[in-house]
């Protein structure tokens, strides 16, 4: 079975910062791999996601994650955040099946000062 | 994108009683949806998949008698929590594709249930 593991629950950034929140997995077979994100009183709705090709993938509002094989990970980020990034943050995996039968993390509460 | 939408948003019944949620495809017909269960500080855990026309396909350790899944049209899927008790109480979330491996994922807005 899949396990997805995200390192940071609770980062705080200033405007402007660097963003990079971690997401591993665990499965020896061919993944898809997808991140999602929650904004406050909102539906969760995907950023970005990779099936195949480029490991580098541009999502929405400036998101980007890379797809690093060897390191089984799938790591989101963004060169500079704004207030309005302020919310959960979900990394999901899952083998090659139909996209709603994933393996979610635990999440990422991204708070953005101004 | 796509709107899915669920109803209650939220809800109290008492230990004993059942409940029932609604999951609405609002402008696409959604042949999969999906039930999750979310707990405090914790990921989705995918409770069922819910296939119009046929039966719910169940993970493993939930309990099919107590979470009646139906999915009567191409745009309604319903959660019934039967017998509810108070370890029921949980964040209940559906989500609907177009299909395939590809499909994107379109999430309702969640259901808080408390179970008194």
């Known amino acids: 079975a899949q396990s997805v593991s995200q390192h940071n629950h609770h980062v705080i950034l200033s405007e402007a910062a660097s963003l990079e929140l971690g997401c591993n997995y665990s499965y020896g077979g061919t993944v898809n791999l997808f991140w999602y994100v929650q904004y406050p009183g909102q539906h969760l709705q995907l950023l970005l996601k990779y099936f195949s090709g480029d490991p580098l993938v541009k999502g929405i509002k400036g998101f980007e994650a890379e797809f690093i094989k060897s390191k089984f990970s799938f790591n989101l980020r963004k060169p500079s955040v704004q207030w309005s990034d302020t919310a959960e943050y979900f990394c999901a995996v899952n083998a090659g099946t139909n996209a709603g039968k994933s393996t979610f993390g635990d999440g990422t509460t991204l708070t953005v000062k101004p | 994108g796509a709107v899915v939408s669920q109803h209650p948003s939220r809800v109290i019944c008492k230990s004993g009683t059942s409940v029932k949620i609604e999951c609405r495809s609002l402008d696409f017909q959604a042949t999969t949806m999906f039930w999750y269960r979310q707990f405090p500080k914790k990921s989705l855990m995918l409770m069922a998949t819910?296939?119009?026309?046929?039966?719910?396909?169940?993970e493993q350790g939930v309990e099919k008698d107590k979470f009646l899944i139906n999915h009567a049209s191409l745009t309604l899927s319903t959660l019934t929590v039967t017998s509810a008790h108070p370890e029921d109480s949980s964040f209940y979330i559906c989500?609907?594709?177009?299909?395939?491996?590809?499909?994107?994922?379109?999430f309702g807005e969640g259901s808080r249930l408390t179970v008194l």
């Open positions: 989500s609907a594709t177009s299909g395939g491996v590809t499909g994107e994922l379109f």
């Open positions: 819910s296939n119009e026309g046929s039966k719910a396909t169940y």
